[in-house]
Antibody, heavy 118, light 106 residues
Framework: QVQLVQSGAEVKKPGASVKVSCKAS????????INWVRQATGQGLEWMGW????????GYAQKFQGRVTMTRNTSISTAYMELSSLRSEDTAVYYC???????????WGQGTMVTVSS | SYELTQPLSVSVALGQTARITCGGN??????VHWYQQKPGQAPVLVIY???NRPSGIPERFSGSNSGNTATLTISRAQAGDEADYYC?????????FGGGTKLTVL
């Protein structure tokens, strides 16, 4: 079945970087964009950006410009989101979600908890 | 930047109809998508492009969009519908989510 499976929970110190993976299966990886959305505890959904796995093109929310990098490895159908210069406010669950041509996010990963603490 | 406004909470009696609104400037000109999120789970798409249901979503879920308001309607509300609901649009190349609405089924 179509699914996105994310890497496990991470604990990082302030100032460090984290890289979360999102492995796609059950569909052609390069046919759908991958978006990243995060959610702090008790808060709403916050969009971080998108990546086209076919071209590698990306688009980032202004808030994360300069701090986020989205990449992929098409040979293993996996997308990555790296966030640098972490601070406590980055503590959240990070989700990947697929979407085609600025449409709805129809499949979501299970989420990855990232905790930033000294 | 574009903003979407949702009520913080909506309550509905068991078996009655719940309506959750999503306000935005001329939102009727955009495609609106709705997600359901239960505690500890990832969001699930329940309505896409204003009024379409993905496979597996009950017919009790419906949507509309006109003017400055999009609406998610849940008919014959069940206890299992209790969740947070988010609306979402694309604004040029950016994604915008509403703040979310907590639906309580009484």
């Amino acid at each position: 079945q179509v699914q996105l499976v994310q890497s496990g929970a991470e604990v990082k110190k302030p100032g460090a970087s984290v890289k979360v993976s999102c492995k796609a299966s059950g569909y052609t990886f390069t046919s759908y964009d991958i978006n990243w959305v995060r959610q702090a505890t008790g808060q709403g959904l916050e969009w971080m950006g998108w990546m086209n796995p076919n071209s590698g093109n990306t688009g980032y929310a202004q808030k994360f410009q300069g701090r986020v990098t989205m990449t992929r490895n098409t040979s293993i159908s996996t997308a990555y989101m790296e966030l640098s210069s972490l601070r406590s406010e980055d503590t959240a669950v990070y989700y990947c979600a697929r979407e085609r041509t600025r449409d709805a996010f129809d499949i979501w990963g299970q989420g990855t908890m990232v905790t930033v603490s000294s | 930047s574009y903003e979407l406004t949702q009520p913080l909470s909506v309550s509905v009696a068991l078996g009655q109809t719940a309506r959750i609104t999503c306000g935005g400037n001329n939102i009727g000109s955009k495609n609106v998508h709705w997600y359901q999120q239960k505690p500890g789970q990832a969001p699930v798409l329940v309505i896409y492009r204003d009024s379409n249901r993905p496979s597996g979503i009950p017919e009790r879920f419906s949507g509309s969009n006109s003017g400055n308001t999009a609406t998610l309607t849940i008919s014959r509300a069940q206890a299992g519908d209790e969740a947070d609901y988010y609306c979402q649009v694309w604004d040029s190349k950016d994604v915008v989510f509403g703040g979310g609405t907590k639906l309580t089924v009484l």
